[in-house]
């Protein structure tokens, strides 16, 4: 059985720095793995799908990376700004492509 | 242009009661799902369809039942409401399997059964 796990749960930073969430997950036969972000009172926004093929996939000031054979993957954050605060998720899909979500970490960047 | 649109965004009721969520769609997806999120924000699956078909039903009680009438819509009746089925309800779509390509979610139900 896939088991996600994001640590910390929790993660404050000051505006302008940089910053590296992580994500582990038990079962390296995985085929991509994907990352969220949820704003309170929201659902999911899709931030970066990055196939199992694939070692780094980046959008913007976003940056992820994908370890297989370790169970890892890292999203990097570049030059945070106070709406990067949020709650991100990663994800990866299992038997039936059901999707196992981490337990996230809630990040809040300082101004 | 709400992508993937529920309503209501927020239900409360009593236990006991019927009550229905509806989720719809406008991104041209095929695949639709119901997650729901518990009080520690833990995100789990309870359906999917595609194309109108039921693919996954994980071990969630008779009482939950998904109806979806195109494939662009996907809504969830749920009976003899519980304490326990209190949570944030999701619906979400993608253009092919959660493994293929990304989610799109909606902004959520929040369910309070008092």
């Known amino acids: 059985k896939q088991e996600v796990t994001q640590i910390p749960a929790a993660l404050s930073v000051p505006e302008g720095e940089n910053l590296v969430l992580n994500c582990s997950f038990t079962d390296s036969a995985i085929y991509n793995l994907q990352w969220f972000r949820q704003d309170p009172g929201k659902g999911l926004t899709s931030l970066l799908l990055?196939?199992?093929?694939?070692r780094e996939q980046t959008s913007g000031r976003l940056n992820a990376s994908l370890d297989k054979s370790s169970g890892r993957s890292t999203l990097y954050i570049a030059a945070s700004q106070p709406g990067d605060s949020a709650t991100y998720l990663c994800?990866?899909?299992?038997?039936?492509?059901?999707?196992?979500f981490g337990t996230g970490t809630r990040l809040t960047i300082i101004p | 242009d709400t992508a993937v649109s529920q309503t209501p965004k927020y239900l409360v009721t009593q236990m006991g009661n019927d009550k229905s969520i509806k989720c719809e769609q406008n991104?041209?997806?095929?695949?639709m799902y119901w997650y729901k999120q518990d009080s520690k924000k833990f995100l789990k699956i309870m359906f999917s369809y595609n194309n109108k078909e039921l693919i996954i039903n994980e071990t969630v009680p008779n009482r939950f039942s998904p109806k979806s009438p195109d494939k662009a819509h996907l809504n969830l009746h749920i009976n003899s409401l519980e304490l326990g089925d209190s949570a944030v309800y999701f619906c979400?779509?993608?253009?092919?399997?959660?493994?293929?390509?990304?989610?799109?979610f909606g902004n959520g139900t929040r369910l309070t059964v008092t």
């Open positions: 979400a779509s993608s253009a092919q399997g959660a493994g293929s390509s990304p989610l799109h």
């Open positions: 990055i196939q199992s093929s694939q």
């Open positions: 991104l041209g997806h095929d695949t």
């Open positions: 994800a990866v899909p299992g038997g039936n492509e059901k999707l196992t």
